[in-house]
């Protein structure tokens, strides 16, 4: 079993220099998800106003379909002991599973349920291993707004 993890990301990004406009930030936004896309990323940017300025946030995408996952029940058992070693790191209470994106790839974007508008995702790959079983690669947490 192999796990990585990363640093909590920040939900909001500021983006905007003093002076510009709007529409540039759109324009930025559709090109950032496009890539994003591309790139098979579960998340994408939403614009937003806050205290009268525009800001750049990320958001889970919202055409990934929810759905069960791959794995089976020791794996299911392994994959929250990693992620609640990440929650206790970062100071947060053990992990409760809120839903499972399906990425088209075959990873799986698990959420974990929290407060508030700040969200919290871990990526995680299922790989079949050559001695027989599951590795299971973790990327997270992988902080983002919730609307």
């Known amino acids: 079993m192999r796990a990585s993890s990363l640093i909590p ?15 540039s930030l759109g324009t930025s936004t559709d090109a950032y998800n496009r890539r994003a896309a591309a790139e098979g ?4 940017f939403k614009t ?6 525009d800001r750049l946030t990320l958001v889970l995408a919202d055409d990934l379909p929810s759905g069960p996952t791959r794995a089976d029940v020791p794996t299911r058992r392994n994959i929250l002991l990693l992620i609640a ?12 599973i809120e839903d499972v994106k399906l990425l088209p790839d075959g990873r799986e974007l698990w959420v974990i349920k ?21 590795d299971i690669e973790i990327s997270g947490a992988r902080g983002y707004y919730k609307d």
Do not use: I, M, W
């Open 9 to 23: 990301v920040c939900t909001v990004l500021a983006v905007l220099a003093s002076g510009c406009a709007s529409s």
């Open 41 to 44: 990323s579960a998340f994408r």
């Open 48 to 53: 937003e106003k806050l205290n009268g300025a």
């Open 85 to 96: 070693d990440t929650e206790a790191t970062a100071g947060r209470p053990p992990p409760e």
């Open 114 to 134: 929290t407060q508030g508008h700040n969200g919290v995702a871990y990526l995680v790959r299922l790989k079949a291993s050559a001695q027989g079983g599951t």
